[in-house]
């Protein structure tokens, strides 16, 4: 069945840039059914959706973190990325990536990865 | 950006006992909604979309149902393995946005 793995660097300092990475296994990437995204989730508190983009590279944000995210998508590799500019310790938290369907709800999840913010 | 409210924050609930979890947009999205069960060191899982399909697998004892402004997420009677935290999620409008979360424990 389909699997999602995020990798990426688990220690970012303050005013760099934190970049993971999704691989998607056991299905097409390029399918027109479904968007691919990335939630997080800061330690002990609720989910908030990053972006999501389609195969064409389409991308759609969350307003709150427009200005700081880019998220790529390769589909040779079969993978799509999460960029996001001058991280502070707000921004540690667990990051899923997911599949999403039509845009809609998100399934399956990445087991996800820990991202601390520090110097 | 709607707002999702989840009430209540935590449900303390006995093995067997039926739950009733509450969530509520600030405007409506008609039935783009979905409900995800989250364990603890997991990810999220899905549960329902559409406010009242079950995905794959999920056990009947979950329902939704609802629409507009208000859905709930019924457990009909609590296994063991259903305290856990729960959370919605509407997909009517760009940014999608998700409820705070329910805890369900056990009492």
């Known amino acids: 069945q389909l699997q999602l793995q995020e990798s990426g660097p688990g220690l970012v300092k303050p005013s760099e840039t934190l970049s993971l990475t999704c691989a998607v296994s056991?299905?097409?990437?390029?399918?027109?059914?479904?968007?691919w995204g990335w939630i997080r989730q800061p330690p002990g508190k609720g989910l908030q959706w990053i972006g999501s983009?389609?195969?064409?590279?389409?991308?759609y944000y969350n307003p709150s973190l427009e200005s700081r995210v880019t998220i790529s998508v390769d589909t040779s590799k079969s993978q799509f990325s999460l960029k996001l500019r001058s991280v502070a310790a707000t921004d540690t938290a667990e990051y899923y990536c997911?599949?999403?369907?039509?845009?809609?709800?998100?399934?399956?999840w990445g087991q996800g990865t820990l991202v601390t913010v520090s110097s | 950006e709607i707002v999702m409210t989840q009430s209540p924050a935590t449900l303390s609930l006995s093995p067997g006992e039926r739950a009733t979890l509450s969530c509520r947009a600030s405007q409506s999205v008609s039935s783009d909604l979905a409900w995800y069960q989250q364990k603890p060191g997991q990810a999220p899982r899905l549960l329902i979309y559409g406010a009242s399909t079950r995905a794959t697998g999920v056990p009947a004892r979950f329902s939704g149902s609802g629409s507009g402004t208000e859905f709930t997420l019924t457990i009909s009677s609590l296994q063991s393995e259903d305290f856990a935290v729960y959370y919605c999620?509407?997909?009517?409008?760009?940014?999608?946005?998700f409820g705070q979360g329910t805890k369900v424990e056990i009492k």
């Open positions: 056991g299905g097409s990437i390029t399918s027109s059914a479904y968007y």
């Open positions: 983009i389609y195969y064409n590279g389409a991308t």
């Open positions: 999620q509407e997909y009517s409008h760009w940014p999608q946005t």
């Open positions: 997911a599949r999403q369907t039509g845009g809609n709800w998100f399934d399956p």
